[in-house]
């Protein structure tokens, strides 16, 4: 049986997607199963239980011998909430708590961490292990994946494989739910299909012209490719960026959107609102040749690759992973 956590949501969704592409139909899926928005993205997928979020521990511990794997991408993934307490427990906590049943049952573990814990990338964006405890992360949300980062690496025990993935920002099918949090190409879509135009944050750094701050955008398909990767690989345990491996700008990233849903590009600027401003990432791009040299090989999606597919294949028909 396979594991996987915040299964109802958009990357946990997904990832039983290929599972159950792959094969795999033992999928025990965990998540708060009383969030019924998100309901929708399980529809037609094979999955073998659905365990509450609260009820997990008890359950791996009544059925040890049959996990195979456990999928940790459950998460409290708002950054505009700044309960430090929700986090703590959602976040870091219930992932310590996974950590020591992958330990005690020997079970192999990937968990989400996230590019949130980069902070203005004062440091860079090199996934160098020696460096995660001096990151400065800009919100309580990057702070919970960055502590427990810290704390998987200070463990003297551990499992006997482990991954955590520092997620760049994602983009993809299955993000219906999120309302404000969903990605940037999920809200152009919805603004352009209504009003033909779209507004984007002006730039307030002289380094930068409006519309051409940078990010790395990665397409969902591809992030769930490396899952599936070291579940099978297991070996090289760590903490992994992944991204695309390529800043693009926010220019870019609309234009495509534009260009796939056959509209001429009409895009505006406005202020950046004061009480984020000076907390705003104006690049960031995953180095990414940590993850190559362990043998991951396959090419991501360029982002008019991976735009085109999604408003094409998902969006337009409001379709599902």
Same mark, same amino acid.
């Given at each position: ?102 330990? =005690? ?7 989400? #961490?996230?590019?949130?814990? /980069?902070?203005? %990338? *004062?440091?860079?964006? @090199? ?66 299909? =209504? ?7 002006? #730039?307030?750094?002289?380094? /930068?012209?409006? %519309? *051409?701050?940078?990010? @790395? ?75 190559? #040299? ?28």
């Amino acid at each position: 049986m396979i594991i996987v956590t915040g299964a109802a949501g958009f990357i946990g969704s997904g990832l039983i997607s290929r599972l159950n592409q792959d094969g795999f139909s033992n999928i025990i899926a965990v998540d708060d199963f009383s969030k019924i928005e998100k309901a929708e993205n399980l529809e037609g997928k094979t999955i073998q239980e659905r365990v509450e979020r609260s009820e997990l521990f008890a359950w791996i511990d009544a059925n040890p011998r049959d996990i195979e794997f456990i999928f940790h991408i459950g998460a409290r993934t708002d950054t505009t909430e700044f309960d430090k307490e929700i986090f703590d427990e959602l976040n870091v906590n219930f992932s310590k708590e996974i950590w020591r049943k992958c330990i =005690a049952y020997q079970i192999p573990l990937v968990y989400a #961490s996230s590019a949130a814990t /980069y902070g203005l %990338g *004062e440091l860079g964006y @090199d996934d160098n292990e020696a460096l995660i405890p001096q990151l400065k992360p800009l919100n309580p949300y990057g702070d919970s994946k960055n502590d427990f980062d810290i704390w998987a690496l200070e463990q003297e025990e551990k499992p006997f494989f482990w991954v955590g993935l520092k997620f760049f920002n994602v983009y993809g099918p299955n993000e219906y739910h999120k309302s404000r949090m969903a990605s940037v190409i999920f809200h152009a879509y919805n603004q352009i299909k =209504a009003t033909e135009k779209m507004k984007l944050f002006r #730039s307030h750094n002289p380094d /930068y012209k409006d %519309g *051409e701050q940078m990010r @790395d955008f990665i397409y969902v398909k591809d992030l769930i490719d490396v899952c599936i990767f070291f579940m099978h690989h297991r070996k090289n345990s760590g903490i992994y960026n992944l991204g695309s491996g390529q800043a693009r700008t926010f220019k870019d990233l609309v234009t495509n959107t534009f260009i796939s849903m056959g509209i001429t590009p009409d895009i505006s600027y406005v202020d950046t609102p004061a009480d984020i401003r000076d907390k705003y990432q104006y690049f960031t791009e995953a180095n990414m040749s940590k993850l190559r #040299s362990v043998g991951y090989s396959k090419p991501f999606h360029t982002l008019e690759e991976g735009v085109e597919d999604y408003v094409k294949n998902y969006l337009s028909s409001h379709a599902y992973l």
